[in-house]
């Protein structure tokens, strides 16, 4: 109730089933067997119900005041979940041995947002059918949000065993490991700097099987900002590869965004200029703005800096406090605001770690 709230209160379309198809190139076949073909249904209803959803939700002009009307959307949007629902269930009473059915099940409560639900639809499927690579990747994906990091280890180590061929597995596994870095360290007994390369080793496995995947390369690029010293050579072909699978102008662009920030940290400062110059989409105004500042900063550095302290006794003793200062000061990047406008650019694994991308049947 919680989420969907957000949602409408937020005016953000909800993810559906077949974007998570689209995204795993996980297809659902028409099968001949009766039990498939109404399991088939049922998922078909399911995919239905959330694009009827998502366009309630998109297409909804209440205001975000109007409490009343923002409830009966969502006893609404939860009226037609839960059709859906009892048809899962009447499914799973008729055929309890059906791990199919069980992952289906948990994908479309984990798309509700309802993750303990979905993690236990997932322990009946692994448990009728623990050769599903699927079934271990959500597993693993449950772990690696919630807790329980060597579960995540190992359920992605599994998957890619019983279906190496699938880059979600690599690209699911490099995330983890490189944003659970001491976990990583301490389960492999490796240091900080090979995780690091164990990250970036499976996110190349995924780019190998998925080369021209824009979200997967960014990824990829996005990764080497958390490593110091950065590997800035490294970080430079990374970016390159992006904007070689860029698809629009806005991402191109976005591209550049990324190739100045780092042109700039490796004092290429007129490549950086020519990369800022290329931006004239709107969108990415502000960020540019910050680089051209960090740009002449960096060109021509004050030479009687004096450090300033902050004269507010609550703001110079708050932790929380003095940390966003450190960082926007060091990476020229402020706190992500509590409302973001929707401008399209890339993410920041260090900043909105990309999530994880689940799989149904």
């Known amino acids: 109730?919680?989420?969907?709230?957000?949602?409408?209160?937020?005016?953000?379309?909800?993810?559906?089933?077949?974007?998570?198809?689209?995204?795993?190139?996980?297809?659902?076949?028409?099968?001949?067997?009766?039990?498939?073909?109404?399991?088939?249904?049922?998922?078909?209803?399911?995919?239905?119900?959330?694009?009827?959803?998502?366009?309630?939700?998109?297409?909804?002009?209440?205001?975000?005041?109007?409490?009343?009307?923002?409830?009966?959307?969502?006893?609404?949007?939860?009226?037609?979940?839960?059709?859906?629902?009892?048809?899962?269930?009447?499914?799973?009473?008729?055929?309890?041995?059906?791990?199919?059915?069980?992952?289906?099940?948990?994908?479309?409560?984990?798309?509700?947002?309802?993750?303990?639900?979905?993690?236990a639809q997932y322990e009946n499927s692994r448990q009728f059918d623990p050769k599903n690579p699927a079934v271990w990747n959500n597993l693993a994906n449950y772990y690696g949000e919630h807790g329980g990091l060597t579960n995540a280890f190992a359920g992605y180590t599994e998957a890619i065993r019983l279906n190496p061929a699938e880059p979600v597995y690599y690209q699911n596994f490099a995330t983890t490991v490189y944003l659970y870095r001491k976990d990583a360290r301490e389960f492999y007994g490796i240091n900080e700097q090979q995780v690091f390369d164990k990250a970036l080793g499976l996110y190349r496995q995924a780019m190998q099987l998925a080369p021209d995947n824009f979200v997967l390369a960014a990824d990829y690029a996005e990764s080497f900002y958390g490593i110091k010293p950065m590997r800035t050579n490294d970080a430079l072909v990374a970016w390159t590869n992006v904007m070689a699978v860029a698809r629009t102008d806005a991402e191109r662009q976005g591209v550049a965004i990324h190739l100045a920030r780092v042109k700039i940290a490796a004092g290429m400062f007129d490549e950086a200029r020519a990369h800022l110059a290329a931006v004239t989409n709107g969108a990415y105004a502000e960020l540019k703005n910050r680089l051209v500042r960090t740009l002449a900063d960096k060109e021509n550095p004050p030479t009687n800096a004096v450090v300033e302290v902050p004269a507010n006794p609550v703001v110079a003793t708050n932790p929380a406090v003095i940390v966003t200062n450190v960082i926007a000061a060091t990476t020229n990047q402020s706190p992500v605001p509590a409302n973001p406008s929707p401008t399209p650019k890339l993410p920041d694994l260090e900043v909105a770690p990309p999530p994880l991308r689940g799989q149904a049947p």
């Open 1 to 119: 109730m919680g989420l969907l709230g957000a949602l409408l209160a937020t005016n953000q379309p909800l993810a559906v089933s077949n974007v998570i198809h689209e995204q795993t190139g996980v297809a659902v076949e028409v099968a001949a067997d009766p039990v498939e073909r109404e399991l088939r249904d049922v998922m078909i209803a399911d995919d239905v119900a959330q694009d009827e959803v998502g366009q309630w939700i998109s297409t909804n002009s209440i205001a975000r005041t109007n409490t009343p009307a923002i409830e009966a959307l969502n006893k609404r949007i939860l009226g037609r979940f839960d059709v859906v629902r009892q048809g899962y269930e009447k499914f799973l009473r008729n055929h309890p041995d059906h791990a199919r059915g069980y992952l289906a099940y948990g994908s479309f409560l984990n798309d509700l947002g309802d993750e303990d639900g979905a993690k």
